[in-house]
């Protein structure tokens, strides 16, 4: 620690292991940005990670502080029936880590690594509801742009805001 303000050294991005899913689900949780369901998605989708999902090419990471401990994730995956697209289905920051750079971290490492696997974008997806707008201005910030709104996708009154980042520059 520096300045009582802890710093990003050490920490490491790596596969996701299956005994971490309970500490996803649970900084996932901790953000308070997500839905009761979306959280229990979370848990069914790492578990059918590990079952299946891996295989098919959907990729789980987890940043580790230096002594291991969990501190966000990044999933990404390509897009069944087509060719170069990939999403970014979730990523997550513990609620005490934000501001440090970390979630434009495994961004940049999800860029990468779809890139190398033959991706030419990247989508991603949340809410046009007030609550999210830390959230878009984020992917704004890291060089997504607006490729379309759904309106009243999610609920009355709550768009789904898709984001893509070209690739191939």
């Not at 802890?6 to 490491?12: E, F, I, S, V, W």
């Not at 901790?30 to 989708?45: A, D, N, P, Q, W």
């Not at 878009?136 to 709104?149: H, I, L, M």
């Amino acid at each position: 620690m520096a300045g009582g303000k802890k710093t990003n050294q050490g920490m490491k991005l790596g596969k996701t292991k299956p005994g971490e899913f309970d500490a996803l689900v649970a900084l996932a949780a901790g953000t308070g940005m997500f839905k009761k369901l979306e959280i229990e998605v979370l848990g069914e989708l790492l578990r059918d990670w590990q079952g299946s999902l891996e295989a098919e090419g959907h990729l789980c990471r987890t940043l580790r502080e230096a002594d291991g401990t969990p501190v966000g994730f990044v999933y990404h995956a390509p897009a069944v029936m087509t060719k170069g697209t990939w999403h970014l289905y979730w990523l997550v920051v513990d609620k005490n880590a934000q501001g440090r750079g970390l979630g434009r971290r495994m961004v940049r490492h999800a860029e990468a690594d779809a890139r190398k696997r033959g991706a030419h974008h990247l989508l991603a997806e949340t809410s046009g509801t007030p609550r999210y707008a830390p959230t878009r201005t984020f992917y704004d910030k890291v060089g997504y742009s607006v490729e379309a709104r759904v309106r009243d996708f999610y609920a009355p009154g709550d768009d789904q805001v898709i984001y893509r980042k070209d690739l191939r520059r």
